[in-house]
Every structure is written in structure tokens, then in C-alpha cells.
């Protein structure tokens, strides 16, 4: 990436995109747009636009969409000690706060189906995390939340571009019980 010129620009818009549609910014998201560059030729024009190249069509199309890990210090959803955690030993113990609406609907009290809808919150956030982005320690029963452990940058960009996540904290340990 560091040879690629221009590079980093694509990836912060991008990255500004994913966050405000995850609610990130109060800013309308903005969408890049395309210069056209125009070169004289004796007999004809050549234009080159910076939009990126079709995706080559030996791709796996089952591969999840991966957000880029965006630079140290631009997290909404994440604060730098978990940032900083992950980078000094490789994993991090966090509790991942979840959005579950119904709950403050509910005027707060957790029946039958707030626990339903907690459960499915969790298995949505979840199943877009590889084995190699994250393990479960607890997925609460009555709780928006889930315990585990981050094992990679790209889970921390994951988690922060999930429209589920509102925040992820640092897990200091505890006696909770699901």
C-alpha cells in the first residue's frame, strides 16, 4: 500500500463512508468522485479516470468483504487503548457493547424475546468474524454484549464497520456470570 501512490486517500474516504453509514458521523457520507484526466495525442485522446480497476474475475466471490484497517487514532466505535493493547501483544480481552433497540422500548425490562433478540444480534456480529479475528469467551444471556478476545487488526476494523457495534472496551475482568 505504502507504494501506491494516492492510495491512502481511496482508503480514509472509504473508511469515512463505512463509518458514517454505521451511524459513526452526524456528516452525510461523501461519495468519491472520479476525475477525468485528459492527455492530447497527435491523432487521439486518452482519458484515465482514478475509479479502481473491475474486480479480477478469478476472485472467490464467498470471500466476506474485508474493511481495510484504517490508520491508528481514526476509530469511532474503538478507543486507542484497545488499539494500543492489540499492537503490544497481539490480543486483546474486550466486551463488544451491541445495539438491541427493543431494549429501551421494552422501558428496560429483558423478557423471553429482548433475549431472543440479543442472541440474534450477537450471531450477526459474530458471523462476520473469522476464527482469526476474534474468540468468544461469553455471549450474554440478558446482556447487549459479548466477551472475547481480538486476535487481529482486521477484526478491530470488522467490529468497527458493524452496523451492530456501538462500542468496544476493554474486558478488565470481573465475577459476571451470563
Known sequence: MDDEPGAW???LAA????????????????????????????TSAVTVTDEPPPAAADEDEDEPDVPPSPPAGTYQKIPMDVVAAL?????????????VPSIGA?????DAEIREEIALVQARVLADLEDSDFRTRIAFDAVPAVAGTILS?????????????????????GGGDA
Open 9 to 11: 486517500p481511496l482508503l
Open 15 to 42: 473508511f469515512a463512508v463505512a463509518v458514517a453509514s454505521c451511524g459513526g458521523s452526524t456528516a452525510p457520507p461523501r461519495e468519491p468522485v472520479p476525475v477525468e484526466h485528459t492527455t492530447s495525442a497527435p
Open 87 to 99: 499492537e503490544a501483544h497481539g490480543e486483546v480481552h474486550v466486551i463488544i457493547s451491541l445495539d
Open 106 to 110: 421494552n422501558e428496560g425490562r429483558i
Open 153 to 173: 487488526a482486521q477484526g478491530l476494523a470488522r467490529l468497527e464497520a458493524h452496523e451492530d457495534v456501538l462500542a468496544v472496551q476493554l474486558d478488565l475482568g
